[in-house]
C-alpha cells in the first residue's frame, strides 16, 4: 500500500527554537493533513491543505503543501514546551479515498 | 458542537474473545472512519462508512467488522481476538465522503492477553 516517510523521526530542541519537519512520498496526494497526538489521546488536527504549494498557518504553526504534490512540510515557531508531542502527516491519494498515515515526528522540548 | 467521542476508554479482553468498540460522531458529521494504532506508530486505517453503507477498506481481515447508525454513531466489532489486537483504536469523523478534514476521538485502548 501507499506509505508515507516523516523526517526527522525524533527530535529535542531547545525552548524558543524553531522547528521544522516533513513528510514526503512515492505517489501525487491532493490532501495533506498534519496532526499532533499527545500520550493518551486522538490525533488533534492542526492544519489541512487541498492546494499545491497553499502555505497555512495557524498561530505559530505553519504547514506547505509541495509543489510537486509528493511532500508536505510543518514548520513550528518559537517552540514551548507544550509543543510536545508526535507530530503527524497523512495524505489522501484522491478525494473519497482513505486518509495514509506517515510514522510520525517525536519532539520534545527542552527548558 | 459536540466533538467526537468513543467508549469505552479501556478495554482487557483475553484471545478469542469478541469486542465491540463505539464511536459517536461530530455533529453534522455523516462520515466515520476507523483507525487501528499500535505502540510507537501512525494509524493504519480499517475502513470507513457513509450513510450507513461500509466505504473503502483497509488491509484488515473479515473479523474486523462494523457498522454505522441512522444518527452516524459507529461500531466497530472485532472477533476472535489475537494477541496482536492489543492498540488504540481510533475513530474520526468528517463530513462528506472522505473529502476534507477528519476529527479523531480520545480512543480505545485494547488490550488482549
Known amino acids: 500500500g501507499q506509505q508515507l516517510n516523516q523526517s526527522p523521526q525524533s527530535m529535542f530542541i531547545q525552548e524558543g527554537e524553531d522547528v521544522s519537519m516533513n513528510c514526503t512520498s512515492s505517489?501525487?496526494?491532493?490532501?495533506w493533513l498534519w496532526y499532533k497526538q499527545e500520550p493518551g489521546e486522538g490525533p488533534v488536527l492542526l492544519i489541512a491543505?487541498?492546494?499545491?504549494?497553499e502555505l497555512t498557518s495557524n498561530g505559530r504553526l505553519t504547514a506547505q503543501f509541495g509543489i510537486t504534490r509528493k511532500d508536505s512540510f510543518l514548520n513550528i515557531s518559537a517552540s514551548i514546551p507544550s509543543d510536545v508531542g508526535i507530530y503527524f502527516c497523512?495524505?489522501?491519494?484522491?478525494?473519497?479515498?482513505?486518509?495514509?498515515f506517515g510514522p510520525g515526528t517525536r519532539l520534545s522540548v527542552l527548558p | 458542537e459536540t466533538g467526537v467521542t468513543q467508549s469505552p476508554t479501556h478495554l482487557i479482553k483475553t484471545r478469542g474473545q469478541q469486542v465491540t468498540l463505539r464511536c459517536s460522531s461530530q455533529?453534522?458529521?455523516?462520515?466515520v472512519s476507523w483507525y487501528q494504532q499500535a505502540l510507537g506508530q501512525g494509524p493504519q486505517f480499517i475502513f470507513q462508512?457513509?450513510?450507513?453503507?461500509?466505504?473503502g477498506r483497509g488491509n484488515f481481515p473479515p473479523r474486523f467488522s462494523g457498522l454505522q447508525f441512522p444518527n452516524y454513531s459507529s461500531e466497530l466489532n472485532v472477533n476472535a481476538l489475537e494477541l496482536d489486537d492489543s492498540a488504540l483504536y481510533l475513530c474520526?469523523?468528517?463530513?462528506?465522503?472522505?473529502?476534507?478534514?477528519?476529527?479523531f476521538g480520545p480512543g480505545t485502548r485494547l488490550t488482549v492477553l
Open positions: 497523512a495524505g489522501q491519494l484522491r478525494y473519497g479515498q482513505n486518509f495514509v
Open positions: 455533529s453534522g458529521h455523516n462520515t
Open positions: 505517489s501525487i496526494f491532493n490532501t
Open positions: 462508512y457513509y450513510r450507513e453503507e461500509e466505504n
Open positions: 491543505l487541498y492546494k499545491a504549494g
Open positions: 474520526a469523523s468528517s463530513l462528506g465522503q472522505g473529502r476534507g478534514e477528519q476529527f
